[in-house]
């Protein structure tokens, strides 16, 4: 605003008396690039952009329900962004934003939104393509909040989505969670165009929805007396969770849902994660109990009998019952996963039917996982009677299960998409190691690490043929609640990791660019503030990188936030404020150690300070061979990253470690000139949980001229023993007496197999190391 406008509106206000009476005379036009970015968008250059007046209608075809519930909620979205009160109504003319439908546009949930400054035409295949054009108009206005009147630059998106299913899973077994609050996610699923909300609804920590014939599921089953505190502390909160959605309370979910465009696929886990169930009707288990509704997490012995045709007939009342409540489901998840067979294995119903059904051992499939495999078929029938399809996790596969009635969500990895889809089976994308916002090692990704990461995940493996990536017909996120337990930390998980989802469930993959996705996700973030969701904020945070620069171990550092937001930085080690230096370009560190601290200021609001010690050795900014190569998801810089000054920290994918696998450790540092030198140290990082394990050997050699070297030291590790603890930064040193060397080897030996103890016994094993340290 310039100073004359400010008169202007101070004028106007005095006039006015109100700020509602007075009306703004800027004009700020929006972007049509929103997140997820549209499939084509053609700016018209020098046309005047639609302004969005008080004056502006959204009209709507008369006799439409759908476009006008739409009408009205886009009407909403542009009251929350620009502050403007619009109308709407059935008579189009100029000044309108015209919704409606056109059946020549090819794709079912395409639309094509056409701006001059006299009108919006949206018009869609469906209403749902009209919907999906509403928010992109909902995102590409500008949040004025009433200060300036927003505007539509004049032009044309044509738009569809790449994939059918685009899905989001929260659970509520393990927390329950309000249908008022529901109802607030299922809004941060519209706005990222997605279509499906997957409702996971009972565990083995609490079944959450009523069950006419079977009272006691929600009694008993949706109560349990307390929690664990922390993985594996082995102690109780002492306060009991419990809640659960009557049917009617279920219906206003869906009917909400479905007037944005989500459809909800309703989970009732089966056979496994059934302990709720269990502790409702014990006769439901192989032992027949007592059970009681789980305490803590994990996966339980205790599952429904495979055996008992009472137990069958009530996962098909069970699942009736759902059927009924989600009408408009195309498909009922049944579950599948993490079915131990313990208990199958000894129960004399569970045999009987295996004989009976003649089942036996095969090579892949043992004889309990295809009774598994029998039981979920029966319950499918059940499903196929209404005309839907079954749903279940990848474990499912263990059995070889029909691919024309077994629709997979492959959860497990990369792996379970890929066999799932080569096996036929129409296949959702929804990887642990990508798609699960869940995650704790992920969760402690921060900033562009954790959204690139879901942003530069491929769904459709490039191992499959054209014709088998037909089959994977959508990707999903996931949020499990066994450590989420209020809003602030379920927002967090979700955004902005689901922006970039968004963009793999809907854009055109081959206009994927993390840059230009940062780019556009500086307006997202705006748009989450607006609404008062709680996003992960270390995006903001600014990051420090250190490189060398010509010889002698200088370093360059630079400090890059990722919409380019002002930097204010120090390297006294003192606390950054809006007076300190502004950064404006990369700048060089003589060879000494240095503490750079950082923080961005945006619009006076302060980021967390970002704080890194560039640490000096021998070493240090030096050039730096591999003699191994790295693992392709861990390999980062490179081998640059051994020797940049920057400390591992408490992440072994944080990006500063390098990854190595089944390999042993092999490099050589240039010291650039002839140095006095007698110790090598170098940083592992241990987690035996994950199969990265520790050195069982360093090795050092000197060179004078980097090509006769000779061995002057070596030791040997003992190997990790069982118990060893997750997450472990161990320095493993080797001192010697002092030698002179130009060129160093270092060889660290690997672990060649995990040992006897480990659940991975006779595999290979990972090695983690970050920054090695002559002295
Ligand atoms: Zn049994």
Redesign the pocket.
């Known amino acids: 605003m310039t100073k004359n406008q400010v008169k202007m509106w101070i004028v106007g206000l005095l006039a006015g008396g109100s700020l509602l009476a007075c009306s703004p005379k800027e004009i700020q036009t929006g972007n049509l690039n929103v997140i997820p970015l549209p499939q084509e968008i053609t700016e018209t250059a020098d046309a005047s952009p639609f302004v969005i007046r008080s004056s502006t209608t959204i009209c709507y075809p008369e006799g439409n329900a759908k476009l006008e519930h739409t009408a009205h909620l886009l009407a909403t979205y542009i009251k929350e962004v620009t502050g403007t009160e619009v109308k709407t109504g059935t008579k189009a003319g100029k000044n309108c934003i015209v919704l409606g439908l056109d059946p020549s546009i090819p794709q079912k949930e395409g639309y094509i939104l056409n701006i001059t400054s006299d009108q919006v035409i949206l018009n869609g295949q469906t209403e749902a393509g009209v919907f999906y054009g509403t928010q992109t108009i909902h995102k590409a206005l500008p949040i004025t909040e009433g200060k300036a009147l927003g505007s539509l630059p004049a032009g044309t998106v044509k738009d569809f989505p790449q994939y059918g299913y685009r899905g989001f899973m929260i659970d509520v077994g393990r927390h329950f969670f309000s249908i008022d609050y529901l109802k607030e996610l299922i809004d941060v699923m519209a706005l990222h165009n997605i279509n499906y909300f997957h409702w996971h609804l009972t565990e083995d920590q609490g079944w959450r929805i009523e069950i006419k014939k079977y009272p006691k599921l929600t009694e008993i089953g949706s109560v349990r007396k307390e929690t664990i505190t922390a993985p594996g502390s082995g102690k109780f909160d002492g306060t009991p969770v419990k809640g659960f959605y009557t049917q009617s309370q279920a219906k206003e979910i869906v009917a909400y849902a479905a007037e944005r465009f989500i459809t909800v696929i309703p989970e009732v886990d089966m056979p496994g994660h059934m302990l709720a169930a269990l502790a409702s009707y014990p006769e439901l ?3 027949g109990g007592p059970y009681e509704v789980a305490t803590q997490f994990g996966v339980f012995k205790d599952v ?5 045709e009472k ?1 069958l007939q009530f996962a098909k009342d069970v699942i009736n019952e759902i059927m009924d409540i989600f009408p408009d489901a195309p498909y009922i998840h049944i579950g599948g996963d993490e079915c131990p067979k313990t ?2 294995k ?6 009987a ?1 295996i004989r009976e059904l003649g089942l036996r051992d095969t090579k892949e499939h043992s004889k309990e996982n295809q009774l598994q495999v029998y039981f979920m078929s029966e319950v499918e029938k059940e499903i196929a009677k209404r005309g839907k399809k079954m749903l279940a996790w990848d474990e499912i596969l263990e059995g070889n299960p029909d691919p024309q009635t077994t629709t997979v969500m492959a959860w497990t990895g990369v792996p379970a998409s890929i066999r799932s889809a080569q096996l036929g089976h129409q296949t959702i994308v929804c990887p642990i190691t990508h798609l699960y916002f869940s995650n704790p090692g992920y969760n402690r990704l921060k900033g562009v690490n954790s959204v690139g990461r879901v942003y530069n995940f491929e769904p459709a493996s490039p191992k499959l043929t054209e014709e088998e990536k037909e089959n994977i017909i959508g990707v999903q996120g996931c949020i499990w609640t066994e450590w989420t337990k209020d809003s602030v930390k379920m927002e967090w998980q979700m955004m902005p990791r689901i922006a970039a989802l968004s963009e793999l469930q809907w854009s055109n993959p081959a206009q994927k660019d993390l840059n230009s996705f940062l780019k556009r996700l500086r307006h997202q973030l705006d748009l989450y503030a607006l609404s008062g969701y709680h996003y992960k904020e270390d995006i903001e945070d600014v990051t420090i990188s250190a490189g060398p620069q010509g010889e002698g171990g200088e370093a360059v550092v630079s400090l890059t936030t990722f919409d380019n937001a002002p930097v204010f930085y120090t390297t006294d080690g003192s606390e950054p404020t809006a007076e300190s230096p502004v950064y404006t370009q990369p700048f060089t560190l003589k060879g000494e150690t240095t503490t750079i601290k950082a923080k961005a200021i945006r619009n006076g609001r302060e980021s967390s300070t970002a704080t890194t010690t560039l640490e000096y050795n021998l070493a240090t900014m030096r050039p730096i061979t591999l003699n191994c190569t790295p693992d392709a998801g861990f390999t980062y810089k490179g081998a640059q990253l051994l020797v940049d000054g920057l400390t591992g920290d408490d992440n072994y994918r944080s990006g500063r470690y390098l990854g190595i696998y089944g390999q042993n450790f092999d490099a050589v540092v240039d010291l650039q000139e002839e140095k006095e030198i007698s110790s090598v140290s170098i940083g592992t990082y241990l987690v035996p949980g994950d199969y990265i394990f520790g050195l069982t050997g360093l090795e050092v050699y000197v060179s004078e001229d980097g090509k006769n070297f000779h061995k002057i030291a070596s030791k040997s590790i003992p190997t990790l023993e069982k118990g060893s603890k997750n997450n472990v930064l161990k320095r493993e040193e080797i001192s010697f007496n002092k030698t002179k060397a130009h060129y160093v080897r270092i060889v660290g030996k690997n672990t060649p197999v995990l040992p006897q103890w480990h659940p991975g016994a006779g595999k290979k094993t990972f090695l983690f190391l970050d920054e090695i340290a002559i002295q």
């Open positions: 288990g192989c032992t429904l009998c495979g055996g008992n137990t208990e199958w000894k129960c004399p119903k569970c045999q039917k």
